[in-house]
C-alpha cells in the first residue's frame, strides 16, 4: 500500500470481516438451539434427560462462535469475498425446489425433463434440439437403469410416466 | 499367521466368485469415472449408489461401494496430470508436480507412476489392514461407554488438529453437526427432538441427503458456468513407461507416501486429503533438490498418490475393527452395511467372517483391476472430459436428487439435501470446512449414548472418565493435540501444516 504513495488510512479497506459474521451468526445459532431446547428435560448428572447434550453442544459451540470472532483478524473482508456466482446458484436451487414439489406428482421422468431443459435452455442458453435430447435422454436411460434394472422404486406422473 | 493365513484363503474364495469379481470391476469402473469428474468426489458417488445397493447381498454392496471409493482415488490423478483439474480434493497436490510433468511431454510416466505407487501403497495397506483389523476388533472389546466417550471426543480433536484450515473452524463444524444428529428420537427417553412437527424428521437426519447436499451439490453451486476445460493430452502406451531415474526416484517416496497413508488415514478426517498434502511436503523437505518441486519433480506425484491410496485403505480400521466412521466415507459405507441389518463393531470379524475377509480379499482384486484400468485405458476415460461441463453439471445434478430420494422415497430428503447444498455453498465461500459436519452428524448418537451412560454408570460423576486407563490415555493424547495446537499461538512458530504448504490456521 505505502509503495503507491496512497496514505494508509485511505487506502485500509473497511468492512465486517467473514470469521467476525460467520462467529456472530454461529453464538445466534447456539443461542437460538439453546432456547428451543427448553421444551426437552435436563434431567440431572445421574440421569441426564434428553436436553442435557443439546444443551453442553450449543454451549460448546457458542464458545467455538465466539473464539472465531474474536479471532477473526487475518480473515478476509466479507464484502471483498467473490459472489459471482451466486445468482446462477440461486437460479438452480429454486428450480430444483420447484423440480422437489413436482416429483411425486408429475412423476421422476417428466420432472428430470422438465428440470433438464429449463437448465439446459434457459439457465446454460443451450440451443433447444440438444437440450431437449438431453433431457429426454437423461430421463428415461436413468428411469430404466435405475427403476428396471437397479429396482428402486421412483415416482410415476400421469399416463404412467 | 496361520489363521490370517487361513481367513485370507476363504476371503479369495469370496471374493473370486464371478458375481463379486464382475462388481468389483463396476465399483472400479464408476469410481475411476467419478474420480474424474469435477464435481462429484468419491463420496457423493457412494452417496448416490448407495440406494443401488440395497436390493444387493451385503459383501457385494460393500465390495461394490469399496470399489468405488478407491476408483475414485485413482480416477482423480488423472485429470489432475493432464489437466490440472483434481477431479477429487485429495488430487490437489498432483495437480502441481503431475501438470508440470505433462507440460514438460511427460505425461505418460507421470500417469504410470501414479497409477503404480496407488497399486503398491493399496496393497500394502491391505495387507495392514488385514493384521491390524482383528486386533484393534479384539482390544476394542474392553470398551465401554466411558472409552467410546473418551475415544470420540480425542477423534474430534485429531480432526480439527489435523484439518487443513482453522481448529476453531472446524470444531465448530464438528458441534454443527453433533447438533443435526440430535433431531430425531432420543434413543434413551424416547423425546422427538427439534422436528417441528415434520413426522419425517422423527427418524433423524440421513448421512446422504446431507453429504450429497454439502460436497455435490455445493460444488455444483460453485462451478456452475465455468468455462470449457482445456484441451486434453492423450498419451500411449509406449509412453506411459517411466525412465529408469524416474522409477529410482519414486521408490522412497511410494514407500513413505505408503506408511504415512495408511497412519493418517486410520484417525478420523479428510485422511485422504491430509495424507497427500503431508506427502508433498514431507517429499520436498527430503528431497537434495526441493527446487525441483513445482517444476515437475516425479517425487510430487509419486509421495501424494500412494499416500491418498494407502489413507483410503487405512479409513476401513477403525470401521471394520471398531464400528466407528473416520469420514463421510465410511459414514455412508457402515449405511450400507446396516441396511442388510449387520452391525458393524469389534464382533463383525467374528460373526461375519465371510464379509470381512471377503472384503479385504476384493481389495487385492480391486487394486489389480485399477492398475489394469488406468495404464491402457486412461485414453479411452480422458474423453469423457470432452462433454462439456454445462451439460454434465445438470446431469450430476439430476442424479443427486435421484440418487436422495431413492433412498428413502422421501422427498424431505431433498428438501435437507438443498438446504445442506446452499449451507455447503456458504460455508466453502466462507473458508469453513464441511467435512466435521458429516462426521458430527454420524457420531453423534454413538456420542451422546456413550456419554449419558458413562453418568448413569458413575451416578452422575465425571470422574469416571479419568478412573479408566484407556479412557486416561486417549484424553492424555487429546490433551496433547490441544497444547500442540496452542504452542505455535504462544511461540510464533509456524505450525506442522504451514511448513506443509497447508491453509494458515486463523
Redesign the interface.
Known sequence: MSGTGTPETAATPRGVRSDRAAGIVIVLVALLVGWENRAYPIGHLAEPGPGYMPLLIAGALGVFGLLIALRAGTSPLFNTIDWSESRRGIVLLIACGVAVFALERIGYRLTMIALLVFVLGVVERKRPLPALLVAFGFAFVSYYLFATVLNVQLPRGPWGL | MDGVLGNLMLGFSVALQPSILAYAFAGCVIGTLVGMLPGLGPLAGISLLL??T??LNPIIAIVLLAGVYYGAMYGGSTTSILMRIPGEAASVMTCIDGYAMTQRGRAGPALAIAAIGSFVAGTLSVVALMFLAPTLASFALRFGPPEYTALLLMGFLVLSYMSGG?M??T??MA??G??FG?IGI?A??G?T??SYGFIELADGIGIVPVAVGLFGLSE??????QTTPPAIQRPTLRQLIPSLEEMKLSIGPISRGSLLGFMIGIIPGSAHIISSFVSYGIERRMSKHPERFGNGAIEGVAGPESANNAAATGAFVPMLALGIPTGPVTAVMLAAIMVHGISPGPMLITQQPELFWGFVASMYVGNVVLLILNLPLVGLFVNLLRIPY??LY??I???C??GV??VS?S?MD??IM?GM??FG?LLR????EPAPIALGLILSPM??LS??QS??MS???YGIFFDRPIAIAMFAVAGVLILLALKPLVFKKKDWREQVGLE?R?
Open positions: 440406494p443401488a440395497f436390493g482453522s476453531l473452524k470444531l465448530a458441534a454443527a453433533l447438533l440430535m432420543d434413551m427417553s423425546y427432538r427439534f455444483i453451486l460453485l462451478t456452475a458456468g454445462s451439460y445438470p446431469a445434478l439430476c442424479f436428487i435421484l430420494y431413492s422415497n422427498v431433498v428438501w438443498l447444498g446452499a455453498y465461500k466462507t473458508g469453513f456420542l451422546e456419554v449419558r453418568l448413569a451416578g452422575g460423576s494458515k486463523a
